[in-house]
């Protein structure tokens, strides 16, 4: 095979795993729960957090900066923060162990009416888990977004998005990240519809 063709079969693979997801109920599915719990977090002025682990963490970044940021188009800031920091982690870390550097954040942050958006392409991260634990001891609403059948976590979070069929890590969070991007737009349309006016 060419290096053309494995560009091509790579795309091939990519669509192929979207068209998947938004056939499934477990996937496209269970993404208006997802919007839905966002906008009522959001409207009650409660915090919107995420963690994950690697690329996964790299998404939980990318959510909430769109918050605090923007999106599409100029409006208030929103509340939301990703568990990223360097030096909470390895302090956590540190002195606790990796499986708690999520779960403390949570218990520092985290209060009910609040939002908890947890990304594991296996479903089964011991420190995510550990996080979602703890949120449900505070009353914060969790969301998974999952893959591999979801893991250990399909059955602890409040809401689990799963990205079927696919095997390996990138194809699951090239799906995520379209999911995340989706359910912003989704909540933005409800509280600034003056940024989709012409759309």
């Known amino acids: 095979m060419t290096s053309a063709d494995a560009i091509r079969a790579s795309f091939d693979e990519a669509a192929r795993t979207l068209e998947a997801f938004t056939q499934s109920p477990e996937g496209l599915g269970r993404v208006p729960a997802f919007a839905e719990a966002t906008l009522a ?6 915090l919107l957090m995420a963690c994950g682990n690697g690329g996964s963490m790299c998404d939980a970044m990318h959510f909430a900066e769109e918050w605090t940021g923007r ?5 208030d800031a929103i509340g939301a923060v990703a568990f990223s920091d ?7 870390a540190n002195d606790f ?14 209060k009910q009416g609040d939002l908890l958006v947890c990304l594991s392409t296996s479903g089964n991260s011991p420190n995510v888990l550990r996080a979602v634990e ?6 914060v ?9 979801g893991g250990k976590l399909l059955d602890q979070v409040d809401i ?13 969070q090239e799906v995520h990240i379209k999911v995340l991007h989706i359910v912003i737009e989704a909540v933005e349309r409800e509280l600034f519809p003056g940024n989709y006016a012409a759309g």
């Open 41 to 46: 977090t959001v409207r009650r002025k409660g």
């Open 71 to 75: 999106f599409r188009g100029n409006r």
């Open 86 to 92: 360097p030096s909470h982690l390895t302090c956590i």
């Open 97 to 110: 162990g990796y499986d708690e550097v999520f779960a403390r954040e949570v218990e520092a942050y985290g």
């Open 134 to 139: 703890v949120a449900k001891e505070r009353g």
């Open 141 to 149: 609403t969790t969301v998974g977004l999952l893959g591999k059948g």
């Open 160 to 172: 689990a998005v799963v990205v079927p069929e696919a095997t390996t890590s990138d194809r699951i």
